[in-house]
C-alpha cells in the first residue's frame, strides 16, 4: 500500500465521526462539508511529512473546525448581520476535544448525519445520494454514474435535497431513547436501499461506485455504535449474506444465474461466516425482527452446499413468520417460490394469483407466475406472462434472463404445434 | 522466549480496503509468515472477525452476564495475533517490523511474552 492511499483509507474512516462532529458545531451541511473537505486537505500536506496524529478523528474535527471558524468570521465580515446564532456556540473551541469524543456525543452524530439523509421528504434515490455524498464521501461524479445521469444533474439533485433538509430544520437536540430507536429504524432501511441499488444493478455496471459495500460498512458502523440491537445485526448479516454470492449471480455475458444454478463455490465463505456469527447473537436476544428473518433466510441458503439441500420447509415458516411482522404481496410472492419447492406449482400458484392486481406492474411477479406456468404445462399463459415480465424490466440482465425462458418456450410451443 | 505479537488497527480503516490492497497485505504478509515458518519459529496465526462479531462474557460477582461487542470500545482495535518463538525481544521486534513493512499505515503490534502456552488440538484451518 502506498503512502497516500493509507492517507485515504483514513479520512475517509475517519469521515463519518469528523463530519458528524462537525455538522453538530456548525448546525450547516455545507459548512460541515468544506469544513472536512479544508482538514483532509491539511491533512495530505502534513502527515507524509509528520506522520499520523495519535487520534486521526480528534485532529480532524479540531483543524476542521477552526477552519470552519475563519470562514464563518470571514463571511460576518463580508455580510452586513453577522450570523449570530451560527456563532454562538463556537465559544469553546479550545475545549477539551478528546474528552468531548469519549462520551456519548459521537454516538448520536454518526446516527443524525445518517439521519439527515433519510428526510421522508426524500425520494429514496436522493437519500441514497445524500448518504453516498455527505457520509460515505463518494464523489459526485461515482454517485452520478452509478445513477446514469451527468455531473451535473446529480450535483443539482443533491443541492436540490440538502436545500428541502435545511429547510427542515435538522434534528439537533440530543434524541431520548425511543427518538433514537427511530432513527436507528430509519437510517437501517436507508442503508438497505443503498445496497439495494447496488445489488439490483450488478456487480460489473457499478464497479467504480461500490454501493454493495459502501452499505455494509454503513451497517457495520452502525453496529459498533448499537452493538446490542438485534435488528442492526440482522440487517448487516442480511447485506453480507447477498454480497456474498456477488462473483455467481452473473454469467460471464452478464446474464442472470439463478440462486439455484449458481456454482456454489463461489460464494464468498469468508462473508457468510460473518453473517452466520451475526445470526446466532442476534438470537440470543429474542427479539425477532424483519431484517434479522430474511437474513435467517438467506443463511438457509448460504448453508446448503448444493441446491437440493435447501431447508425450503423452514423458509416456509420463516417467511410466514415475515407475513405477520411485516405482511407485503412481495413476501408473500418470495413464500410462493418456498411453497412451489414444498407442494409444487398449482400449489404456488394458488398463493400468488391473489396479489395479482396490487403486483401487476412488478417484474418478479410475471418472471414467476411465467415460471410456474410453465412447469405447469401452460405454455401459451406462460408465453403472456414473460412477455409483461420484459416489458417491466430494469436492467438489460433481467430482460436477457426473461428472454431465455421465452426462446425455451418457444421452441415447446413449436413441437406442440407440429 | 513465545512472544504474541497482536495487531492493533482502526477496524474501519481495514475494512474500508479494497479487494486489491486487501491481497495485497495478505500475500505480503503471508511471504513473511512462511519465512519465519520455514525456519520453525512461527506457530498459530489469527484474524479476527469485526469487533460487531463479539459477544463479551463480563464476569461478576453473582452471575456472569453476556454483552454484545468488544470486552473494551477503544479507537484501535484488537484485530488478530501471531505466535513466535524468538531468541531475543530484538528478534520477535524484528519481525514486528517485517509485518509493518507488509502491512504499512495506521496501526500497532504489540509484542508480549507468553507465560503459559498450551497448543491444544488441532483445529481446522479456515
Not at chain 1, 300 to 324: F, G, K, N, P
Request: hydrophobic content about 45%.
Amino acid at each position: 500500500m502506498s503512502e497516500l492511499s493509507w492517507i485515504d483509507l483514513a479520512l475517509s474512516s475517519a469521515r463519518p465521526q469528523a463530519m458528524g462532529a462537525l455538522l453538530r458545531y456548525f448546525r450547516d451541511l455545507d459548512l460541515a462539508e468544506e469544513a472536512f473537505q479544508e482538514a483532509c486537505l491539511r491533512a495530505v500536506r502534513t502527515w507524509p511529512e509528520k506522520g499520523p496524529p495519535r487520534d486521526p478523528v480528534a485532529w480532524l474535527i479540531f483543524v476542521g473546525r477552526n477552519s470552519g471558524i475563519d470562514h464563518l468570521r470571514k463571511r460576518a465580515r463580508q455580510e452586513p448581520l453577522p450570523p449570530e446564532e451560527l456563532l454562538s456556540d463556537l465559544d469553546d473551541v479550545e475545549g477539551d476535544l478528546a474528552e468531548r469524543l469519549d462520551g456519548s456525543h459521537y454516538r448520536d452524530d454518526i446516527l443524525r448525519l445518517l439521519f439527515v439523509c433519510c428526510h421522508p421528504e426524500l425520494p429514496a434515490t436522493q437519500q441514497i445520494a445524500l448518504a453516498l455524498r455527505i457520509v460515505s464521501g463518494l464523489s459526485v461524479r461515482q454517485i452520478a454514474r452509478a445513477f446514469l445521469v451527468s455531473e451535473a444533474a446529480m450535483e443539482q439533485r443533491i443541492t436540490r435535497a440538502k436545500g428541502r433538509i435545511a429547510a427542515a430544520g435538522l434534528p439537533f437536540e440530543a434524541p431520548d431513547a425511543v427518538s433514537r430507536t427511530e432513527r436507528l429504524g430509519v437510517v437501517a432501511a436507508m442503508i438497505y436501499l443503498v445496497f439495494n441499488e447496488g445489488y439490483s444493478a450488478g456487480e460489473k455496471q457499478r464497479a467504480d461506485a461500490p454501493f454493495c459495500e459502501e452499505a455494509i460498512r454503513l451497517s457495520r458502523l452502525l453496529l459498533r455504535l448499537f452493538p446490542a440491537e438485534p435488528e442492526i445485526m440482522g440487517l448487516t448479516a442480511l447485506l453480507l449474506l447477498q454480497h456474498s454470492r456477488r462473483s455467481a449471480r452473473f454469467g460471464a455475458d452478464g446474464q442472470i444465474v439463478l440462486l439455484e444454478d449458481q456454482d456454489r463455490s463461489l460464494w464468498d465463505k469468508r462473508a457468510i461466516r460473518e453473517a452466520l456469527a451475526l445470526i446466532d447473537k442476534a438470537l440470543r436476544h429474542r427479539a425477532p425482527g424483519s431484517y434479522q428473518i430474511q437474513a435467517a433466510i438467506a443463511a438457509l441458503h448460504a448453508r446448503a452446499e448444493v441446491a437440493e439441500q435447501t431447508d425450503w420447509e423452514q423458509i416456509d415458516l420463516l417467511y410466514q413468520s415475515l407475513e405477520r411482522i411485516q405482511p407485503s404481496p412481495v413476501v408473500t410472492l418470495n413464500r410462493a417460490v418456498a411453497v412451489s419447492k414444498r407442494h409444487g406449482p398449482q400449489a404456488a400458484l394458488d398463493l400468488i394469483e391473489p396479489l395479482a392486481e396490487r403486483l401487476s406492474g412488478y417484474f418478479y411477479f410475471h418472471g414467476l407466475r411465467g415460471g410456474l406456468l410453465q412447469q405447469l404445462g401452460r405454455a401459451r399463459e406462460a408465453h403472456d406472462a414473460f412477455e409483461r415480465a420484459i416489458a417491466l424490466a430494469t436492467t438489460p440482465a433481467e430482460a436477457g434472463h426473461i428472454r431465455q425462458h421465452l426462446d425455451a418456450l418457444a421452441r415447446d410451443i413449436a413441437i406442440l404445434a407440429k | 522466549m513465545l512472544y504474541a505479537v497482536l495487531c492493533y488497527n482502526s477496524e474501519d480503516a481495514v475494512a474500508a480496503w479494497s479487494r486489491e490492497e486487501e491481497d495485497k497485505v495478505m500475500s505480503d504478509l503471508a511471504a513473511v509468515e512462511r519465512k519465519y515458518a520455514a525456519a520453525g519459529k512461527l506457530g498459530p496465526v489469527a484474524r479476527l472477525m469485526p469487533t460487531t462479531a463479539a459477544t463479551t462474557l463480563r464476569k461478576s460477582p453473582g452471575e456472569s452476564f453476556v454483552v454484545d461487542g468488544p470486552f473494551a470500545e477503544t479507537k484501535e482495535q484488537f484485530l488478530g495475533f501471531f505466535l513466535v518463538d524468538m531468541e531475543t525481544l530484538d528478534e520477535a521486534i524484528a519481525f514486528a517490523r517485517e509485518l509493518a513493512v507488509a502491512n504499512p499505515g495506521v496501526g500497532a503490534y504489540e509484542i508480549r511474552p507468553l507465560r503459559v502456552f498450551k497448543p491444544g488440538g488441532s483445529l481446522e484451518a479456515l
